[in-house]
């Protein structure tokens, strides 16, 4: 199967590398130069643009920042994608663009599914994204044998632009928690106890969380390297906080996460890790 790659930034590279591990052809392209020749590295085919990358392909799989670049590269994989493509989106993008997209692909007999993922850099890196995914059941089944290479919770949940709603649902969720483990190691730290032992017990018990197993460590020390930065998480609450508006729902700790997510990106802290949050505790706190 000959696999068309667009996106190889921190999540990209990775989930391309795994597709190749697994014998899979791939063509990736990235506006980095410098992404598109590590692929080659790999054992990948580097391509000069989106029209080379989908040339052949049996399967295009999109990694991009937000929905105006997907925006952008759509068209190109509809138009240039040969008979009964199968598109997988798997940026994190508005429900209505995966809808859209899954719209005019379908009129030109091409199958788009949306399918963002969860788990970062780690989990792209080790082959265990989570993965929602939403489209036509036979495009999602089609689909399966290339995420099961990426990801080891693949589930269907709905029609185009459902994956997407989903994803804005964990993402209120991640941030959600990343703002309590700041506060609780706030509350540790000025309070006399030892964060990292107070939040192994935590890890422990019923607070436990994936976030607690892979970040509890890393934020005590204040190391925000970036496994998904603050600045996507910021574009993310406001596809939640959208979504919510155009269900006619109110999500009231969500907006609260929003803004403090907001206020980390305001104060210079956009490239860091989403974890970073622990800064704008800290500096609510300050004396």
């Not at 392909?57 to 068209?75: C, F, G, K, N, R």
């Not at 804005?168 to 991640?174: G, I, P, R």
């Amino acid at each position: 199967m000959n696999i068309g790659f667009i996106g190889l930034g921190i999540m990209g590279s990775p989930m391309a590398a795994n597709l190749l591990k697994a014998g899979f052809a791939v063509t990736g392209y990235d506006v980095s130069a410098e992404r598109v020749r590590r692929l080659g590295e790999l054992g990948g085919k580097g391509a000069s643009g989106v029209v080379d990358a989908v040339a052949g392909a049996d399967v295009v799989v999109t990694m991009l920042p937000d929905s105006p670049q997907v925006e952008e590269v759509a068209p190109l994989v509809v138009e240039y994608g040969k008979p009964n493509l199968l598109y997988v989106d798997m940026s994190t993008i508005k429900p209505e663009t995966s809808r859209e997209v899954a719209r005019k692909a379908a009129a030109v007999g091409v199958r788009a599914v949306d399918a963002p993922v969860s788990g970062g850099e780690r989990g792209a890196v080790d082959g265990t994204l989570s993965i929602m995914v939403g489209g036509a059941p036979e495009d999602v089944e089609a689909a399966r044998p290339v995420l099961e290479r990426l990801g080891t919770t693949i589930v269907h949940v709905g029609p185009a632009g459902a994956g997407q709603t989903v994803k804005a649902a964990n993402q209120l969720v991640v941030g959600g928690i990343y703002g309590l483990v700041s506060e609780a190691i706030v509350l540790l730290e000025a309070s006399g106890v030892d964060p990292a032992a107070g939040l192994d017990v935590l890890a422990g018990g019923l607070a436990g969380s994936r976030i607690l197993d892979l970040k509890r460590h890393t934020m005590v020390k204040r190391e925000f390297a970036p496994g998904f930065r603050i600045d996507l998480h910021h574009k993310d609450m406001g596809i939640a906080l959208a979504a919510a508006r155009a269900a006619g729902v109110s999500l009231p700790l969500t907006g609260q996460v929003a803004q403090l997510v907001a206020a980390a990106r305001a104060q210079g802290h956009g490239s860091l890790d989403h974890s970073a949050l622990l800064k704008v505790i800290e500096r609510l706190n300050a004396a």
